[in-house]
């Protein structure tokens, strides 16, 4: 079994800042791509940023110069710090990676629970 267990998500001002984590832990046996979605209410889920097991990253344009994701490979967690928060970034945010794990070592697609972020005065 494999979990992903994100953390870090709350209530905070437009402006301001928080950081989300979400590790991975379970019969794992290697972790490729990393990276965050969002859905905020009535819309559809969207990438928020991506980032391969080689550190290259992409962002959805509505983040680019506010949040930063990064990993630490050796504790299988991404990252997610986001700076600059605004009202329209408040939705569920989702952590998704992509893991080699299971006796045949098939690369399988998992979902963290989902942790909450509002921005709001």
């Known amino acids: 079994q494999v979990q992903l267990v994100e953390s870090g998500g709350g209530l905070v001002q437009p402006g301001g800042s928080l950081r989300l984590s979400c590790a991975a832990s379970?019969?794992?046996?290697?972790?490729?791509?990393m990276g965050w979605y969002r859905q905020a209410p009535g819309k559809q889920r969207e990438l928020v940023a991506a980032?391969?097991?080689?550190?290259?990253?992409n962002y959805a344009d509505s983040v680019k110069g506010r949040f930063t994701c990064s990993r630490d490979n050796a504790k299988n967690t991404v990252y997610l710090q986001m700076n600059s928060l605004k009202p329209e970034d408040t939705a569920v945010y989702y952590c998704?990676?992509?893991?080699?794990?299971?006796?045949?070592?098939?690369?399988?697609?998992?979902w963290g629970q989902g942790t909450q972020v509002t921005v709001s005065s």
């Open positions: 998704n990676a992509a893991i080699r794990a299971g006796w045949d070592m098939g690369l399988y697609d998992y």
């Open positions: 379970g019969s794992i046996f290697s972790v490729n791509a």
């Open positions: 980032i391969t097991s080689g550190g290259s990253t």
